[in-house]
């Protein structure tokens, strides 16, 4: 497992955008796969995207943002962003990074992987 660093949630007009950075501490990313999943108060954690932390960086989104938020990654900083645009209310959510050796696409896929600590992620309408 690595332990993970988010940062970069906060309040936001809708259509606004934000970026969310997740980061490791004392280990290298390389060969997992890294993504995003939120969770708004009374509902299940949802996936967002994931990206494979190699040199082809394959993305997979969820169809709930895809168009609006991009996932990528830079390698030699270790860190993996989430680029989310034209926010809604709905988006209002924490937001975790999350981290596994292999590719995920729900909370149940994460069993054995690493979480983030969250950040919350505030879109007023």
């Known amino acids: 497992q690595v332990q993970l660093v988010e940062s970069g949630g906060g309040l936001v007009q809708a259509g606004g955008s934000l970026r969310l950075s997740c980061t490791t501490s004392g280990r290298t990313f390389k060969n997992y796969v890294v993504g995003w999943f939120r969770q708004a108060p009374g509902k299940e954690r949802e996936f967002l995207a994931h990206i494979t932390f190699t040199w082809s960086g394959v993305t997979t989104y969820a169809d709930s943002v895809k168009g609006r938020f991009t996932v990528s990654r830079d390698y030699p900083k270790n860190t993996v962003y989430l680029q989310m645009n034209g926010l809604k209310s709905e988006d209002t959510a924490v937001y975790y990074c999350?981290?596994?050796?292999?590719?995920?696409?729900?909370?149940?896929?994460?069993?054995?992987?690493?979480w983030g600590q969250g950040t919350q992620v505030n879109v007023s309408s």
């Open positions: 999350a981290a596994k050796g292999n590719r995920f696409y729900s909370e149940a896929d994460m069993a054995g992987g690493s």
